[in-house]
Every structure is written in structure tokens, then in C-alpha cells.
């Protein structure tokens, strides 16, 4: 049978163990004998000494109980305790269990959990003073009626001892043999080390050609010393280092040249992304002025041609009510509710103009700044919906750059409305904060809807596209979120842009 603890031991270690195996089994031996006999003689010898010390007592103190002459009792075992060190605690307690006297050792340290009792007996002689006949008895033979003897017991005295002063000279005892089985063991150990020794030499050096090929350096130098076994593992770890060192270069060559594919992908990447963060800013940029110029145009020439339209309908329906009233005829009827009709038609087209420029181009962000054009976006969205709006802003934003500006009104028009389709939320807040000494724009909107699991759930397209215009100005988003627990979006634009982008690493 195998034993586990031994596959994993080297030889010397082994012939160690062989040789210290049966010594620290001597050893232990003598050393628990040893430790129980003197706690057994010292305890033999506290029981022996305990009892005789409260018979003695017990003998010696019936007089003193009896008269009531305790003051010389404590004198007498007073003396007893301050001569025997052994002696923790000795008392004289009455019949009735009430303490007649005490007296403690000022040099014991601690006390046995059990005490020596011996009862203080008094001896009672009856002597019949008078005769059968009453007259008074002068003398008499001892043997035809001798006295009458009875004892009782009219207290007790209890022993305590203390086992610390004996203790402390079997203590002493103990270490001087323990002393003499130490440098015995000591002695074995060495020897056990020496034989171990001669046999792992060999096998050492062995072991730390082992550890430097651990620790990376293959170009160990191990030379051959001895034969057997030994010697062929010595030349084994010679030949296992060099074909590992040959490994080691054949494989650095391979990590250095799929580094240098991974840093140029990586490069590549990273010019990938900013290219792309470049043209999403740029088509956003180019969607707003489009945007502008549609705005324009419709403004401009379509509203125009249809207050055109509106004016000659008005003009149309006005000749016709003039020929009606001069010859009434159901054409001039019919003339005049058509001219009604398209001028009506003109007004719903002039309003949806105006509609389609304010959704292309805000101008109320010329007009107010973006402070009130989210304030204006917000009232509107509060007073058509079931859900509760409110805003906050603070800092002077008069000095946003055009662009950033309309970022912000862009991310925070697909917040709200993200909120307004996908939330169902009962109150929604919104949060500019312009902060001058930091140099960036905080936007916070918050809401107390359904929520999502953003680890699990998909991002939708409104997100998306939120998160591509805040890293087109370089600025950073942050979404929030747990189900039922509402949602909250926190994006942080810089006011300045960065100087450069980070360079790609090489």
C-alpha cells in the first residue's frame, strides 16, 4: 500500500522521515509519560497532604471551636499557610455551615476546584455523680459502671491546596528532561540530515537546472557527475533545455509577428472609428444645413405661393358673392363654395408648411437659444400627453456653438420621445446643466417608466442614434436603467472639441 503523502517526498526527504520516524515516536512517548507522571505525582501529592493537613487541623482545633477562642485558631493556621505554600485556602466553618474562620495564602496563584474536609468532633463524658438510692457517690469501681462516651461533630475544616508551587518544580523538572530529549532528538536529526545529504547532491542541481528552465532561461548548463538513474535524468534535463530553448525562439518569432497583425488591426480600427465618427459628424452637419435650406424654400416660396393661392381664392369667392347678389344662379353658388374650399385647402397646406419648417429646422433654437427651445419642446410634450413633464436648466447658454447646440436639441427631442413611446412613464424630468469651469454640457432626462435590463435588452434605434451624436461631438452617454424601475440618460458633451484624435498605436 502506497501512503499519498509519500509520492510526492524526494529521497532525502524520504531518508529523513525514515530515519526521524521511529526517534519523534520515542520521543513523543517519553515526553507525554513524562508530563503525566509529574502532573499525577503532584496531584497524588496535593491529595495526601490535603487530607492530612485537615485531620491534623480538624484534631488540633476542637478546643478552640468549642470555647469560642478563634482569635488563636487563626494565629495557629495563619502560621500553617504562610509556612506551606501548597496551601491556597484553609476554613473552620460551623455546624450550621456559617464561616468561623478563613485564611487565604498571599503566594498561591490559583487553587484546586475541590476542597479536603475533615469534621472537628467533640467528645462528651456522662458521669453518674450519685448512687441507685440517691444519696451522693463517693467513690466506686471504674469497672462495675465506667463513664459513658458519645461524640459530636460541631464544625468542619476545609483544605484547599494549590498545585502551582509543586507545579513549578515539576515544571522545572519537566524542561530538564525534556532538555536531555531534545539535544537527543537534535542529535538524530543530524545525523538523518547528513545521510540525506549525500543522497540529494546529485539531485539538487538537477532541481535548479529544473528551476531556471521554470523561470524562462533554457540555456541551463548541466554537466553529467554521476551514473544510474541520477545521471540519465541530468542528461535528459540537459537535452529537454535545448530543445526548449529552440521552442521558445520559434515561438517568440510567431507572438512578435501576431503582434504586429494585431497592432495593425487594432490601428486600423481605431482610423476606422474616428473616420467614422468624422462622417456621422459630418452627415449630421449636412442633414441640419439641408434641413435648413428645405426649411427655407418651403417657407419661402411654398408658403409664399400658397398665401398666393389663398389670396386669389379669397378674391374669387368675393366676385362671386358680388354676382350673386346681382343675379343669383347655382354656377355663382357652386364658384363661391369652391373658392371657400381651396382657400381652406391653402390654410391647412400654409399650416402644415409651418409645421414640416419647425420640424426640419426649430427656429425657435434661433430665436431662444437652446435653454428655451427645450423649455418650449417640453411644454408642448407636457401639455399633449398623460405624462407630467418638467425642466431644469442653469448656466448662460448663449455661448453654444451652433452645432452643439443643435446636438443637444437633437439627443434631448429623441429622449422625450423615446419616453413618450416606449416608457409609459407618469413623469419625466429633463436637466441642462452648462458648466463653465468644467467646459461641458450635462443632460440628464430622467423618467419613472417601465425600464429595461440593459445587460439583456437590445439597444433600439433611438438610443442608437442618441449615442452616435453624442460621440460625434466627442462627448460621452450613459443610460440607466432597470425593469419597472424607470430609466435614466445622462450624456456629457465638451464644449470645445479635443485638439487631435488619439493617435493609433504602433
Keep these: 500500500m502506497t501512503l499519498r503523502f509519500w509520492r510526492g517526498w524526494s529521497i532525502g526527504r524520504r531518508m529523513a522521515f525514515i530515519t526521524m520516524l521511529p526517534v519523534t515516536f520515542l520521543f513523543t512517548s517519553f515526553v507525554w509519560y513524562s508530563y503525566y507522571s509529574h502532573r499525577a505525582q503532584v496531584a497524588d501529592e496535593l491529595a495526601e497532604r490535603g487530607r492530612i493537613l485537615a485531620r491534623a487541623l480538624s484534631e488540633t482545633s476542637e478546643y478552640n471551636v468549642i470555647s469560642g477562642n478563634l482569635s488563636d485558631l487563626r494565629l495557629t493556621i495563619n502560621g500553617l499557610v504562610q509556612s506551606d505554600r501548597s496551601i491556597y485556602r484553609v476554613e473552620v466553618v460551623g455546624v450550621d455551615g456559617g464561616q468561623a474562620v478563613r485564611v487565604d495564602s498571599e503566594s498561591a496563584r490559583d487553587a484546586q476546584p475541590h476542597y479536603y474536609e475533615a469534621p472537628i468532633k467533640k467528645q462528651v463524658v456522662w458521669i453518674n455523680l450519685f448512687t441507685d438510692n440517691g444519696t451522693p457517690h463517693v467513690s466506686a469501681s471504674s469497672a462495675l459502671r465506667p463513664p459513658t462516651l458519645t461524640t459530636e461533630v460541631v464544625g468542619w475544616v476545609r483544605v484547599t491546596m494549590s498545585p502551582s508551587n509543586m507545579m513549578d518544580k515539576q515544571t522545572r523538572r519537566f524542561r530538564f528532561e525534556m532538555s536531555i530529549a531534545a539535544l537527543a532528538l537534535a542529535a538524530s536529526g543530524v545525523l538523518a540530515w547528513v545521510l540525506a545529504r549525500s543522497l540529494t547532491v546529485p539531485l539538487r542541481e538537477a532541481i535548479g537546472a529544473l528551476r531556471g528552465i521554470r523561470n524562462g532561461d533554457f540555456r541551463v548548463h548541466l554537466p553529467v557527475k554521476t551514473g544510474g538513474e541520477v545521471g540519465e535524468l541530468q542528461a535528459s534535463i540537459g537535452e529537454m533545455a535545448q530543445a526548449l530553448d529552440e521552442s521558445k525562439r520559434d515561438l517568440e518569432n510567431k507572438v512578435a509577428e501576431r503582434t504586429r497583425d494585431l497592432l495593425a488591426s487594432r490601428n486600423e480600427a481605431l482610423r476606422a472609428d474616428a473616420d467614422k465618427r468624422k462622417l456621422i459628424q459630418k452627415v449630421n452637419s449636412i442633414i441640419e444645413d439641408e434641413r435648413k435650406s428645405i426649411a427655407v424654400e418651403i417657407h419661402d416660396e411654398l408658403n409664399a405661393s400658397l398665401i398666393a393661392a389663398r389670396l386669389e381664392a379669397q378674391s374669387i369667392g368675393a366676385l362671386a358673392a358680388r354676382a350673386a347678389k346681382a343675379e343669383p344662379s347655382p354656377e355663382i353658388e357652386e364658384i363661391g363654395r369652391k373658392s371657400q374650399a381651396i382657400t381652406k385647402l ?80 407618469s413623469s419625466a424630468q429633463v436637466r441642462l446643466v452648462l458648466d463653465e469651469g468644467a467646459q461641458t454640457l450635462r443632460i440628464v432626462v430622467a423618467d419613472d417608466g417601465n425600464g429595461f435590463d440593459p445587460a439583456s435588452a437590445s439597444e433600439g434605434i433611438g438610443i442608437i442614434g442618441m449615442r452616435e451624436r453624442v460621440y460625434a461631438v466627442h462627448g460621452v452617454m450613459d443610460v440607466r436603467s432597470r425593469p419597472g424601475g424607470g430609466t435614466v440618460v445622462a450624456i456629457t458633451l465638451p464644449l470645445t472639441a479635443p485638439i487631435s484624435a488619439p493617435n493609433p498605436v504602433s
Design 346 to 425: 391653402a390654410l391647412d397646406l400654409y399650416a402644415n408648411g409651418r409645421r414640416l419648417v419647425r420640424r426640419l429646422r426649430p427656429e425657435v433654437l434661433d430665436m431662444l437659444g437652446l435653454h428655451g427651445a427645450v423649455e418650449e419642446m417640453v411644454r408642448h410634450y407636457d401639455g399633449s400627453s398623460g405624462c407630467s413633464f418638467e425642466f431644469h436648466g442653469e448656466g448662460d447658454f448663449a455661448r453654444l456653438s451652433n452645432e452643439l447646440a443643435i446636438s443637444a436639441y437633437r439627443i434631448v427631442q429623441e429622449a422625450l420621445s423615446n419616453v413618450m413611446k416606449h416608457a409609459h412613464a
